[in-house]
T-cell receptor, first 115, second 111 residues
Framework: GAGVSQSPSNKVTEKGKDVELRCDPI?????LYWYRQSLGQGLEFLIY????????KSGLPSDRFSAERTGGSVSTLTIQRTQQEDSAVYLC?????????????FGEGSRLTVL | GENVEQHPSTLSVQEGDSAVIKCTYS??????FPWYKQELGKRPQLIID?????GEKKDQRIAVTLNKTAKHFSLHITETQPEDSAVYFC??????????FGTGTRLTVIP
């Protein structure tokens, strides 16, 4: 497709369950980011993938969060043993430029609700 | 890491007036400062950006200024229109720094 695609668009889960969120970046974009946006809040950096380099995981809030990017394209964000405070919109973005100095193209986001 | 602060959190202006949003950053190594606009229920989109080798950049009714010494940058919107109503995010990063966003400013343009 022409833009960044995220799935699912909405996910409701029970506390303690694991969830997986998927991101398909724009073809050819080497940089991929995950951000979290809580209700009425800003964009909280989670993790950054750049080409084949080791990802920057410094924004992940706890060891329940992990992400991988297979083949330099699709990325999956996994949240284990979900908690109510994990409820938020998880936004993925990709960029074709290295070094965090290019335009980010965001997906529509995955809205996670933990009951 | 980088810390970006953004003010005000909400801003209401009359149509036709100007709006100014200010941000500060903490890491002098940051060299890229974009601004994103997020309309209600939509994804953030880049509206303008500035790099550390310039002090000001304009694009029609939108301008950004950067003061590297003071580590602050601002977004100026002139002749505001109702369609300018949205949440605006500043960000700082580049080089070894990831892109960190401010907490956002909800701008309301009153017709």
């Amino acid at each position: 497709g022409a833009g960044v695609s995220q799935s699912p668009s909405n996910k409701v889960t029970e506390k303690g369950k694991d969830v997986e969120l998927r991101c398909d970046p724009i073809s050819g974009h080497t940089a991929l980011y995950w951000y979290r946006q809580s209700l009425g809040q800003g964009l909280e950096f989670l993790i950054y993938f750049q080409g084949n380099s080791a990802p920057d995981k410094s924004g992940l809030p706890s060891d329940r969060f992990s992400a991988e990017r297979t083949g330099g394209s699709v990325s999956t964000l996994t949240i284990q043993r979900t908690q109510q405070e994990d409820s938020a919109v998880y936004l993925c973005a990709s960029s074709r430029r290295w070094g965090n100095t290019g335009e980010l193209f965001f997906g529509e986001g995955s809205r996670l609700t933990v009951l | 890491g980088e810390n970006v602060e953004q003010h005000p959190s909400t801003l209401s202006v009359q149509e036709g007036d100007s709006a100014v949003i200010k941000c500060t950053y903490s890491d002098s190594a940051s060299n890229y400062f974009p601004w994103y606009k997020q309309e209600l229920g939509k994804r953030p989109q880049l509206i303008i950006d500035i790099r550390s080798n310039v002090g000001e950049k304009k694009d029609q009714r939108i301008a950004v200024t950067l003061n590297k010494t003071a580590k602050h940058f601002s977004l100026h919107i002139t002749e505001t229109q109702p369609e300018d109503s949205a949440v605006y995010f500043c960000a700082a990063g580049g080089g070894a720094n990831n892109l960190f966003f401010g907490t956002g400013t909800r701008l309301t343009v009153i017709p």
